[in-house]
């Protein structure tokens, strides 16, 4: 959710970071931005398109929470931008080491985003993101209001590590440190390591 930012593809990444990205118009909530190009959207970045030092955006998708067959996780369609506007805290220390752990298919909400080691940073988001069977999805919007932009992955894990692969138009793979719970999915924005956005289980 600013999993999953703004948990999108900027140049391709948002993201999960999901900027510079190529992307398509789609119908949707306000405005949907298919993200295609090269990878920066991650289950954390912007929405589609995380930015440095702050107005880092996590994007993340929320649609069906069962997915099976051709829906939004396996087909290239949009799912649903879910959550609430999240503001980011702010933490003098470092951030916690992420541990990896087996992801719960389902749709994740942005709940929390935290700066670490003193950042400033205050941009609002509000960001989903969907797993189904090694498939997903990203959707998010800076500040919780402007364009929707989504992101499609395939993705696999070792240890600590989140590989995203784009599909449906976009190329390039995305490398994401991240803990998971059975209810919860937390991932170091890909574009500022003192930044970790949690996305709770809807």
Same mark, same amino acid.
């Given at each position: 959710? $600013?999993?999953?930012?703004?948990w999108?593809?900027r140049?391709? *990444?948002?993201? *999960?970071?999901i ?10 909530q ?8 090269t990878?920066?959207?991650?289950v +954390?970045?912007?929405a589609a398109a995380?930015a440095t030092g702050g107005?880092t955006?996590?994007?993340t998708?929320?649609?069906d929470?069962t ?12 799912g649903? *931008? +879910?959550?609430?506007?999240i503001n980011?805290?702010h933490?003098?220390g470092p951030?916690?080491?992420m541990?990896?752990? %087996?992801?719960?298919d389902?749709?994740? %909400?942005?709940t929390?985003?935290?700066?670490y080691?003193?950042? /400033?940073?205050?941009?609002p988001? $509000?960001?989903s993101?969907?797993? %189904?069977? +090694?498939?997903?999805?990203?959707l998010?919007a800076k500040? +919780?209001t402007g364009t929707?932009k ?12 989140l590989?995203? /692969?784009?599909?449906?138009?976009? /190329?390039? /793979? ?10 919860t999915?937390? $991932?170091?924005?890909?574009k500022?390591?003192?930044?970790v ?6």
């Amino acid at each position: 959710m $600013k999993l999953f930012q703004n948990w999108v593809a900027r140049c391709a *990444l948002v993201v *999960l970071t999901i900027g510079c990205e190529t992307s398509t118009d789609v119908p949707a909530q306000p405005t949907v931005d298919a993200a295609s190009s090269t990878a920066d959207t991650a289950v +954390g970045g912007d929405a589609a398109a995380a930015a440095t030092g702050g107005d880092t955006a996590d994007t993340t998708t929320d649609g069906d929470s069962t997915m099976s067959g051709d829906t939004p996780a396996d087909a290239c369609t949009p799912g649903t *931008l +879910g959550g609430a506007i999240i503001n980011k805290d702010h933490v003098a220390g470092p951030p916690p080491a992420m541990t990896g752990g %087996a992801i719960v298919d389902g749709t994740y %909400a942005l709940t929390k985003m935290v700066q670490y080691n003193g950042g /400033t940073g205050v941009a609002p988001h $509000k960001d989903s993101i969907i797993f %189904a069977a +090694g498939k997903g999805q990203i959707l998010g919007a800076k500040d +919780g209001t402007g364009t929707m932009k989504v992101a499609f992955f395939d993705y696999t894990t070792s240890g600590d590590e989140l590989t995203l /692969t784009l599909r449906c138009g976009a /190329t390039g /793979t995305v490398k994401l440190k991240y803990t998971a719970t059975p209810t919860t999915f937390s $991932k170091v924005n890909e574009k500022e390591a003192n930044e970790v956005h949690t996305f709770t289980k809807m």
